[in-house]
């Protein structure tokens, strides 16, 4: 269990209870212990970033190591009568749920990705402050001036991150194609595109079934004995969903293909956020062929099939 200052430790089948510091030390320290309990498996909760520098350290010393959604984990403390909530009890559920799920590994992130990864984020958070501050400055008379001087740091601020992450994307020959690939479908930008590179190296590699699940535009059911409820969306990867409904909104009225296909779910009587939300799952298929075929929006042929 991560926390800023504190890792809490537990073991299964075995027990094992013992806590360190999150920094160099602590987590040195965590590492030999594993290694001498020859450890299968180590699971940690994202913790908004606190894990990072822990699974970092973990997978470089060659310890599988697992991260995992925290409301997963919460929803499987209750399922197994664990009401109650210590850093010490989350450390022994993560034990327990690693040792009846196993989640899957996934290949460890390169430091190159990691940093695309670190400058999307940071991206985002910067475009999210922008928009704030710019709303926030129509509102202000007399303090106008001070969040104007703001506005203008957080856009050279942008600016900056932006030349940033161009070197890095035109510096690595893969993610230079794979993003002038993305971007050959209209309505796609370089937003989407980096996004797509950051947050979804999985795409091309999955169907269309399991891309759309795991970006969380699949509908699920909601069906109980006779009742019949209505199918949503959710979960996922949140920040991801939000670039490509942006997109999404531009493609229904450039892309002809999604224009025809949002147009004709319309007039099939689909309320405007169902006919979006369906259009985004439509474009992340089309993307997710062109990866795998390798094939841009003008030459897919049957890709999107």
Same mark, same amino acid.
């Given at each position: ?14 027990? *094992? ?249 319309? *007039? ?38």
């Amino acid at each position: 269990d991560v926390a800023k200052y504190r890792l809490d430790v537990a073991g299964r089948p075995e027990p *094992a209870a013992f806590e360190v510091t999150n920094d160099g030390p602590g987590i040195t320290a965590l590492i030999s212990a594993l290694k001498r309990m020859t450890c299968r498996l180590v699971v940690l909760e994202a913790t908004g970033g606190y894990e990072t520098a822990l699974r970092d350290a973990l997978q470089a010393a060659g310890l599988p190591t697992v991260v995992v959604n925290p409301r997963q984990i919460r929803d499987f403390a209750r399922a197994t009568g664990r009401l109650a909530k210590t850093d010490r009890i989350d450390a022994e559920v993560l034990a327990h749920f690693a040792e009846a799920v196993r989640p899957a590994l996934r290949p460890a992130q390169d430091h190159v990705s990691h940093q695309l990864q670190v400058l999307v984020r940071r991206r985002r958070q910067l475009v999210q402050m922008l928009t704030a501050e710019r709303n926030r400055c129509h509102a202000m008379s007399e303090l106008r001036q001070g969040v104007q001087r703001h506005i203008d740091w957080l856009a050279s601020e942008l600016a900056a991150l932006d030349a940033e992450l161009q070197d890095l994307v035109q510096d690595n020959a893969s993610w230079h194609a794979r993003e002038a690939l993305y971007c050959s479908a209209p309505g796609v930008g370089t937003g989407l595109a980096r996004n797509l590179l950051a947050e979804l190296p999985e795409l091309g590699r999955l169907n269309r079934r399991q891309i759309a699940a795991l970006v969380g535009v699949a509908p699920l059911n909601r069906d109980s004995g006779q009742f019949r409820g209505k199918r949503q969306v959710w979960g996922g990867r949140p920040a991801l969903r939000s670039a490509l409904y942006m997109a999404a909104l531009v493609a229904s009225r450039f892309n002809t293909e999604i224009r025809a296909f949002y147009q004709r779910l319309l *007039a099939a009587g689909k309320a405007k956020k169902l006919a979006l939300t369906a259009c985004m799952r439509k474009l992340l298929t089309i993307l997710n062929a062109m990866a795998r075929t390798n094939q841009p929006w003008h030459d897919r042929g049957s890709a999107s099939s």
